[in-house]
């Protein structure tokens, strides 16, 4: 089981490389679940470490469905991405209905040739899964971030085992919401490939921007490979 780091910071992106981590999601501002990463923080990184980086591409805090001016916004970004050495883009978007757009997602799949592609967890919010399943398939997207559409993973993961099941290896499912060292072996256990986790001090409050804590990766890295 590989291991992706949501990385708000280069200090948390380091720790991630240095402690042996599959790759990371970097982003800012995880407190609002995550935007888009600064140019500084882009460049930063991708100059002085060798971990792939996955960018998540979201203008703005709040819902998943974005004006036209904001999915311009988002075409923009991800253009702004790859010119950085990244190995992939997480990006996502819902109609009022709460469902996809099989336009934008081809449209977003032939803007990232070549690159690795998430859809993120809007997915947690569409109406037919099975239905926007298909059409991530459809697009050619490489995975979904999801929590199975519960408050966090391990509440979901039946869920998301039954999207794998459904899925027969066409679209990766990787689980991510409330993700640690004491749940992730029952990931391991249902046979999920990668997980996602931010590895942040468990106590911390709402308010503060999360800090990743050495420890807790330590101990989730240990449980990955402990089938090797």
């Not at 500084?40 to 100059?47: K, N, P, Y």
């Amino acid at each position: 089981m590989n291991i992706e780091v949501c990385a708000n910071s280069f200090h948390s992106a380091s720790i991630a490389q240095e402690l042996g981590a599959f790759r990371v999601e970097l982003c800012q501002d995880l407190r609002l679940d995550g935007l888009t990463p600064s140019r500084e923080l882009l460049e930063h990184v991708t100059q002085n470490l060798e971990i792939p980086v996955h960018v998540l591409i979201r203008p703005r805090p709040g819902d998943f469905h974005y004006t036209t001016a904001e999915l311009k916004l988002i075409e923009k970004e991800i253009e702004f991405a790859k010119s950085f050495p990244i190995s992939g883009i997480v990006v996502g978007h819902l109609s009022t209905t709460f469902q996809t757009d099989s336009l934008l997602l081809k449209e977003w799949r032939d803007q990232c040739a070549n690159l690795e592609l998430t859809f993120h967890r809007a997915f947690d919010h569409v109406s037919d899964p099975f239905s926007a399943l298909d059409k991530l398939v459809d697009a050619g997207f490489d995975r979904i971030l999801s929590s199975g559409q519960a408050s966090n993973a391990l509440q979901g993961i039946n869920q998301l085992q039954s999207w794998q099941s459904y899925l027969d290896n066409k679209l990766e499912i990787m689980p991510g919401g409330g993700i640690h060292h004491k749940n992730a072996p029952h990931f391991l256990e249902k046979g999920f490939k990668t997980i996602h986790l931010s590895a942040k001090q468990m106590d911390t409050p709402a308010h503060v921007e999360p800090i990743i804590d050495p420890t807790i990766l330590e101990r989730v890295l240990s449980i990955a490979q402990s089938q090797l």
